[in-house]
């Protein structure tokens, strides 16, 4: 099961932080992601985390201003700096079961479980 906490609204330029808690014994076991989902889009990829945490893909629209980062317990964290009204959305993280540390993965259907969201508002 996966808890995503953080949302909040802010203004532009701003920073959040956003948390995915998992729960289960096997959290090691997970590469991790965090999407989000604009209203009237479809849900796209921010980034994700292998499992040993070294690697980690960042969209574009992203990269340079969010952090994402996984401790040795059962938490992923997405730092968001410089936020922009355009990252305005409801963020999900998501868990794929793997036997690769090393690998992430960044498409909706790699993903096998998915937390219930947390809204993230960046008023200009």
């Known amino acids: 099961q996966l808890q995503a906490s953080g949302g909040g609204l802010v203004q532009a330029g701003g920073s959040l932080r956003l948390s995915c808690a998992a729960s289960?014994?096997?959290?090691?076991?997970?590469?991790m992601g965090w999407f989000r989902q604009a209203p009237g889009k479809e849900r796209e990829i921010v980034g994700g985390?292998?499992?040993?945490?070294?690697?980690i893909y960042y969209a574009d629209s992203v990269k340079g201003r969010f952090t994402m980062s996984r401790d040795n317990k059962n938490t992923v964290t997405l730092q968001m700096n410089s936020l922009k009204p355009e990252d305005t959305a409801v963020y999900y993280c998501?868990?794929?079961?793997?036997?690769?540390?090393?690998?992430?993965?960044?498409?909706?259907?790699?993903?096998?479980?998915w937390g219930q969201g947390t809204l993230v508002t960046v008023s200009s």
């Open positions: 985390i292998s499992l040993s945490g070294r690697n």
């Open positions: 289960g014994p096997t959290f090691s076991s997970y590469a």
């Open positions: 998501a868990a794929r079961l793997t036997g690769h540390s090393g690998s992430y993965y960044y498409s909706r259907e790699e993903y096998n479980y």
